[in-house]
């Protein structure tokens, strides 16, 4: 059955999340003189990386609210230096809304593939986590917002991936059919499980190599590996 919907994940898969966070990281950093409080810049990010991540699986299922996210991997990150300071962590969550989404680093060949996919009569669509009026700010910033027919932010839904019913609000908003759609992420559980409860086929785009348990799922180290697997479905 050919494929018509191409879904993707945005942070991760398209949007280089990895270098764009540390990148505004830095920034606020300096900004905020927190080398007071710790000993490197690279302390602060292995601390916060780890943090953040426990944060947003709380999300995902819905145990904490989107105000709470936002400050509190930072109050946590700053309590593990002894340095927890609620004022602080305040103006690090809101200084991190205003500039990261801001960041134009992609991932190799996300324009190229984007544009492929385009050219092959693919409606091209994002289902995603994060918060509606950051994600559209990269998408924007990004140069990549008119490649997309449409832009799902779970939060829309009232549930995250891998909620079924985020899936099934994007194919009833884009008129997809299950068997004529993909969805490539770069999240295991949120992305390919997810996709494949309501009968989408999962991609992982897992460029590093970090998955390794489950041989039957579906693998892409490079996005430029999206449109044959498109065409060859």
């Not at 086929?201 to 041989?215: R, S």
Request: with cysteine.
């Amino acid at each position: 059955m050919k494929i018509k919907h191409v879904f993707f994940d945005l942070d991760r898969t398209l949007w280089d999340f990895e270098r764009n966070s540390e990148t505004a990281l830095r920034q606020i950093y300096e900004e905020l003189k927190l080398s007071k409080y710790m000993e490197s810049f690279d302390s602060f990010m292995e601390v916060y990386r780890r943090v953040n991540g426990e944060w947003w699986n709380k999300y995902r299922y819905g145990k904490v609210k989107k105000e709470d996210l936002r400050v509190g991997r930072f109050l946590d990150t700053l309590r593990e230096f002894d340095a927890e300071n609620f004022e602080i962590a305040t103006q690090l969550g809101e200084r991190y809304v205003q500039v990261s989404p801001y960041q134009t680093n992609l991932l190799p060949h996300t324009a190229e593939t984007l544009k492929e996919l385009k050219e092959n009569g693919n409606a091209i669509h994002i289902i995603t986590n994060g918060f509606k009026e950051i994600q559209f700010i990269k998408l924007k910033n990004s140069d990549i917002l008119h490649y997309f027919d449409d832009v799902l932010c779970s939060e829309e839904v009232g549930v995250n991936k891998p909620d079924p019913l985020v899936f099934k609000s994007a194919m009833e908003r884009t008129n997809a059919k299950a068997h004529e759609s993909i969805m490539i992420g770069d999240d295991f559980e949120a992305d390919v499980l997810g996709a494949e409860k309501v009968g989408i086929k999962g991609v992982l785009f897992d460029p590093n190599e970090h998955f390794k348990h489950n041989n039957e799922v579906h693998k892409i180290q490079s996005l430029k590996e999206v449109p044959p697997i498109v065409v060859g479905l």
